[in-house]
């Protein structure tokens, strides 16, 4: 006889109604500046990035609510950088008053214990590593954060059935509840997801890997909790020798993802009496708990060559999809969004060459080629494909137990990162990013970088100014007064608004010399260092870093 499952109510997801577009009563085609399609992570990022520097656009979604309707907690994990753009964008609060806060790891292998971790250790940020959230509530919370900032025209139950590339443009066919109409754009943003229909009508090769990596979800409340910490199982002997996450979300829910054969049932594996099986095995006999959801998940890897496509821009999944381990692809689309926003506003607000745009893809592949190498590392680490694989894996965990330099081998995941950037023409020393450090004014109030780059809205870069003379930042009065910079001393004496001297912000930015300028843009990367700033260094910087007109 078999054993009946207690189900927890489902996750409740909010709707929002259609309303019927301009368009379809006047008959007429419009044109707009920017028009996303997609309103998951990378999309709803976009739009609120863009409203909070004063930018309007349309985004279309072909649903009515976030996440997806009947489905499970999908992204999870939100890294350091995604959450400090979150703090810019005004909703980092909610997320962390929801979410949980973890920085410390464990590693298994059976039943020892062969590697931990605590990523605070190098953490200077407002934003701790990592909080775990159901990607529903960020995405709702973004929705809600855009309606507040009100510059974007969100369309629900809108359906994008065909693009068209233009000279000057995008044109779009939309079929909505009410009817189709079209629509066009100066310049279109696909964050449709992993199976892109833009990216597939258009015929553009994502190189899609053959192989599917497969895994069952369970969202699962236990009446006795677990540790808030993230337990990874290399070999779980409680699944067959192959890998288990352990996280804990928002509302005491659980979620244990078993990695499972590439040829396996997917119905089979989502039975509640065989996942219930798999937990009992993990947990023990009495273990009590209930579901919320069980489902299948699998993924195939895939890169596009070119981010850009003329008129048409393409961000998160359907750019690149790369494994789960170590939370590098919904964050990756965060931070495309990130990447992208500053530069479309300054383009579309004429203050930048259109130029600028090529920088997204030649800052943004190279991390997604670098996150693709990374979690491509910990998938054969994973699921060894070959007796050479497996006899390295076993000697690395065996070494592991025993020798602290080993430990830091076993790869279950190299956790997500703000990835560097390249030198390009646009950036000529590359590019880091800028921890969103607790800074404070000379009279003692509080700030900090993210602060400092939101306030008053605009893609304004972040001058930091360290210790300089009277003489020096009397500079200022000889700089273009359009240009898109705010000037910050950091200690030192002159009329410039001044922060205290700061000795972590110093080490974080590299120990700039006294008198020294750095230079923060919008997006919080650090794109240069200007040892003998003068009012014409300073110009020939900005001109060259944003493409100024």
Same mark, same amino acid.
């Given at each position: 006889?078999?054993?009946?499952?207690?189900?927890?109510?489902?996750?409740?997801?909010?709707?929002?109604?259609?309303?019927?577009?301009?368009?379809?009563?006047?008959?007429?085609?419009?044109?707009?500046?920017?028009?996303?399609?997609?309103?998951?992570?990378?999309?709803?990022?976009?739009?609120?990035?863009?409203?909070?520097?004063?930018?309007?656009?349309?985004?279309?979604?072909?649903?009515?609510?976030?996440?997806?309707?009947?489905?499970?907690?999908?992204?999870?994990?939100?890294?350091?950088?995604?959450?400090?753009?979150?703090?810019?964008?005004?909703?980092?609060?909610?997320?962390?008053?929801?979410?949980?806060?973890?920085?410390?790891?464990?590693?298994?292998?059976?039943?020892?214990?062969?590697?931990?971790?605590?990523?605070?250790?190098?953490?200077?940020?407002?934003?701790?590593?990592?909080?775990?959230?159901?990607?529903?509530?960020?995405?709702?919370?973004?929705?809600?954060?855009?309606?507040?900032?009100?510059?974007?025209?969100?369309?629900?139950?809108?359906?994008?059935?065909?693009?068209?590339?233009? $000279?000057? /443009?995008?044109?779009? %066919?939309? &079929?909505?509840?009410?009817?189709?109409?079209?629509?066009?754009? +100066? *310049? !279109?943003? #696909?964050?449709?997801?992993?199976?892109?229909?833009?990216?597939?009508?258009?015929?553009?090769?994502?190189?899609?890997?053959?192989?599917?990596?497969?895994?069952?979800?369970?969202?699962?409340?236990?009446?006795?909790?677990?540790?808030?910490?993230?337990?990874?199982?290399?070999?779980?002997?409680?699944?067959?020798?192959?890998?288990?996450?352990?996280?804990?979300?928002?509302?005491?829910?659980?979620?244990?993802?078993?990695?499972?054969?590439?040829?396996?049932?997917?119905?089979?594996?989502?039975?509640?009496?065989?996942?219930?099986?798999?937990?009992?095995? $993990?947990? /023990?006999?009495?273990? %009590?708990? &209930?579901?919320?959801?069980?489902?299948?998940?699998?993924?195939? +890897? *895939? !890169?596009? #060559?070119?981010?850009?496509?003329?008129?048409?821009?393409?961000?998160?999944?359907?750019?690149?999809?790369?494994?789960?381990?170590?939370?590098?692809?919904?964050?990756?689309?965060?931070?495309?969004?990130?990447?992208?926003?500053?530069?479309?506003?300054?383009?579309?607000?004429?203050?930048?060459?259109?130029?600028?745009?090529?920088?997204?893809?030649?800052?943004?592949?190279?991390?997604?080629?670098?996150?693709?190498?990374?979690?491509?590392?910990?998938?054969?680490?994973?699921?060894?494909?070959?007796?050479?694989?497996?006899?390295?894996?076993?000697?690395?965990?065996?070494?592991?137990?025993?020798?602290?330099?080993?430990?830091?081998?076993?790869?279950?995941?190299?956790?997500?990162?703000?990835?560097?950037?390249?030198?390009?023409?646009?950036?000529?020393?590359?590019?880091?990013?800028?921890?969103?450090?607790?800074?404070?004014?000379?009279?003692?109030?509080?700030?900090?970088?993210?602060?400092?780059?939101?306030?008053?809205?605009?893609?304004?870069?972040?001058?930091?100014?360290?210790?300089?003379?009277?003489?020096?930042?009397?500079?200022?009065?000889?700089?273009?007064?359009?240009?898109?910079?705010?000037?910050?001393?950091?200690?030192?004496?002159?009329?410039?608004?001044?922060?205290?001297?700061?000795?972590?912000?110093?080490?974080?930015?590299?120990?700039?010399?006294?008198?020294?300028?750095?230079?923060?843009?919008?997006?919080?990367?650090?794109?240069?260092?200007?040892?003998?700033?003068?009012?014409?260094?300073?110009?020939?910087?900005?001109?060259?870093?944003?493409?100024?007109?």
């Amino acid at each position: 006889m078999s054993e009946t499952y207690t189900f927890a109510a489902a996750y409740e997801l909010p709707r929002w109604p259609f309303v019927p577009p301009p368009e379809l009563e006047s008959g007429l085609t419009v044109r707009h500046p920017i028009v996303i399609v997609g309103a998951g992570p990378a999309g709803l990022t976009l739009a609120c990035d863009l409203a909070s520097r004063g930018v309007r656009c349309v985004l279309l979604d072909e649903d009515d609510t976030v996440g997806v309707r009947g489905a499970s907690s999908r992204g999870i994990c939100y890294a350091q950088k995604s959450l400090e753009i979150f703090a810019r964008l005004g909703l980092y609060e909610r997320v962390a008053d929801k979410g949980i806060t973890w920085s410390f790891g464990r590693t298994f292998s059976g039943e020892r214990e062969v590697y931990s971790f605590n990523l605070k250790t190098d953490s200077v940020s407002q934003q701790p590593p990592f909080i775990n959230l159901q990607q529903f509530y960020v995405e709702w919370f973004l929705v809600d954060r855009i309606q507040a900032l009100g510059l974007t025209d969100l369309r629900w139950k809108n359906k994008v059935t065909g693009v068209t590339p233009l $000279q000057d /443009g995008v044109s779009l %066919e939309v &079929e909505t509840p009410a009817g189709r109409y079209a629509i066009e754009a +100066d *310049h !279109l943003v #696909d964050a449709t997801g992993a199976n892109s229909p833009i990216r597939t009508q258009l015929g553009i090769d994502a190189h899609t890997s053959r192989s599917t990596d497969r895994w069952c979800i369970s969202d699962v409340r236990f009446k006795k909790p677990l540790p808030v910490e993230r337990w990874t199982w290399v070999d779980a002997p409680f699944n067959e020798g192959r890998g288990v996450w352990q996280h804990l979300m928002a509302d005491g829910v659980w979620r244990i993802d078993y990695q499972m054969p590439e040829d396996c049932d997917t119905d089979h594996i989502s039975k509640p009496e065989v996942a219930g099986a798999r937990l009992r095995e $993990q947990l /023990g006999p009495d273990v %009590e708990f &209930e579901f919320v959801w069980i489902g299948p998940y699998g993924y195939r +890897d *895939h !890169l596009l #060559d070119q981010f850009r496509h003329g008129r048409i821009l393409f961000i998160g999944d359907a750019a690149h999809v790369v494994s789960p381990f170590g939370a590098r692809g919904g964050n990756t689309g965060i931070q495309d969004a990130a990447n992208l926003a500053w530069k479309l506003a300054l383009v579309t607000q004429g203050v930048a060459h259109d130029s600028l745009l090529d920088s997204y893809h030649d800052e943004r592949r190279p991390a997604a080629e670098e996150n693709l190498r990374v979690t491509s590392r910990s998938a054969r680490f994973l699921a060894p494909r070959s007796q050479a694989e497996h006899t390295m894996r076993r000697a690395v965990v065996d070494l592991a137990a025993r020798f602290p330099f080993a430990r830091a081998l076993v790869n279950t995941g190299r956790m997500s990162v703000a990835n560097a950037y390249p030198s390009g023409p646009h950036l000529p020393e590359g590019a880091c990013t800028v921890q969103n450090l607790a800074l404070a004014w000379q009279d003692g109030r509080p700030t900090s970088i993210a602060e400092l780059l939101g306030e008053g809205g605009g893609s304004v870069c972040l001058g930091l100014w360290f210790q300089p003379t009277r003489s020096q930042a009397a500079a200022a009065a000889d700089l273009p007064p359009d240009l898109p910079l705010r000037l910050v001393a950091v200690g030192g004496d002159s009329a410039l608004p001044t922060l205290r001297a700061d000795d972590t912000l110093a080490r974080h930015l590299g120990n700039p010399a006294p008198g020294s300028l750095v230079l923060v843009r919008p997006d919080a990367y650090r794109a240069a260092c200007l040892a003998q700033p003068d009012a014409s260094s300073i110009t020939r910087l900005l001109r060259t870093t944003l493409a100024l007109r």
